[in-house]
């Protein structure tokens, strides 16, 4: 199965730091309280240490449909993580591979993640870094991929496209289209509708995702708190540093489990805000500002739906 995976991505032509603590008190998104710190600044800080697009592009997504592979598990649980992965997915209107489908999410299950990452990495260097423009995050980040330890670490490719079309649209090193005999083959072209400084036709979908799970740093979690984890982090483009630990998140789950059972209403809300999203217009901000508008919404609908659940003062 690595191998379909990796052939798959050819063909498509520092020290460890401890983690952060958990606050003690992580706050849920219905419980917010517009008062003193406003929640638009809550929710811009939460996007903002979430979100990780490629360097210099817009936050990518999947486009239509995913296939979810598990290595290395037993079957009853790698069918469970691949169904509840796939149901996440289904839920924010993609569509999900039959079994027997070639997969794009990849899990791979191990007791020593660093050493596969490595081998990876050395091995199908290019199935990590294809050399297209904002393909990736970088050489950087592919070191800590390999170096940091951690339960769960990804790695996703990205690719820009044009949304009319669905054409590729960076050059990509061996890939060509025509005779292949000139400059011109090897470089998209693009046609524009209607130039403009303000929208883009260019969009950034996720082409494959690659996650590893180190079986002895999961243990203390629940098979639904991995599967919603490796849902989050193989559906978005998630910062592996990033410090979520004032908010409710799954994201949360390996340094306080009994946050939560599965992804919350901040989780929830930052997919739907992604999954929405128009994307047709030019810069990352954006991308955040469309996010962060669906989390503003998720919130006020919970807040409506709790007071509507309180009780009637007595007379």
Known sequence: MIELFLAGALLLSPPQTPAPAVSQDPVQLEDVLVSGRSLDSLIRDFVGEVAEPNRNRGLARWNDRICVGVANLEGEIARYLSDRISTVAT?????????GCTPNVLVI?????????????????????????????????????VETDRPVRWWQMAIPVDSETGDIAVRIPGVCTGACVGAADYAPQIAVASASRLTTQIVDNLTRAIVIVDVDQVSGVSVLQLADYIAMVSLA???????????????????????SDSLTDWDKAYLDGLY????NHVGERADTNEIAGS???????LREEDEAEEPAPAE
């Open 237 to 259: 483009q998630i910062d592996p540093n990033a410090d979520t630990s004032s908010y409710a998140s799954i994201l949360n789950v390996f340094d306080a489990p009994e946050i």
């Open 276 to 279: 929405s999203a128009e994307r």
């Open 109 to 145: 299950a191990t007791a020593d993640a660093g050493d596969l990452a490595r081998k990876l990495t050395e091995e199908r260097r290019r199935a990590f870094r294809m050399g297209g423009a904002g393909m990736d995050r970088g050489g950087a980040a592919l070191r800590d991929f």
């Open 91 to 99: 839920d924010l209107g993609l569509s999900a591979g039959a079994p």
């Open 295 to 301: 989390i503003r919404r998720s919130h006020d609908r």
